[in-house]
């Protein structure tokens, strides 16, 4: 089942001498429980790429469907509301909230939409993530590793149509960034979980079940 469909998307930044093509006529597809890895130079087009996959910009031009609907017919407020509730995002710095507990860090996205947090669902999750003991402590009572834990958790929690992970073992130690890499596949194969992930660890990328390369906003290689 296609879960993402991304069609002759295009993203051009400034203009005459500025003009910058950080996409270029960019199609693929994604089908639902695949794990597909998302590599390329600095300035590649990858970090572009991500971010219109998840509807944190808009493109120049081309659609994105993520099961089945067209992202950028949706206004604003929709797309913030579709966002949340169908795009999971893992992020190199982690981005909690420092006043908040791993628990609550993880069920936040679900507090915000106003949606009853599922205890089992939950103790499951933290089980899985190896954070049942930490549940109480706040982001600076936690390894990096852990932070990046309580991160996956939080994206994972609402059960999306897919997670994005913008280089999620960049911030992190070899050993670190090995447990983080077993926990997105372990993410990817128990809950069928959609994940797209942009990287430079060619080790990690290796984890995906397919890589796409990226070279100057084009893809040059889709199916390794």
Known sequence: MEILKVENLTKIYGKGDTKVVALDNVSFTVEKGEFVAIVGASG?????LLHLIGGVDRPTSGKVFIDGKDIYELND??????????VGLIYQFYNLIPILNVEENITLPLELDGRKVDKEVLDSLLKTLGLEDRRKHLPNELSGGQQQRTSIGRAMITSPAIILADEPTGNLDSKASEEIAELLKLSNKKYNQTIIMITHNLDLAATADR??????????????
Do not use: C, P
């Not at 407020?77 to 169908?86: H, K, P, S, V």
């Open 77 to 86: 407020d929709a797309l913030a509301i579709f966002r949340r509730r169908q």
């Open 44 to 48: 590649s087009g990858k970090s572009t």
């Open 211 to 224: 890589i796409i390369k990226l070279e100057d906003g084009h893809i040059i290689n889709n199916n390794e």
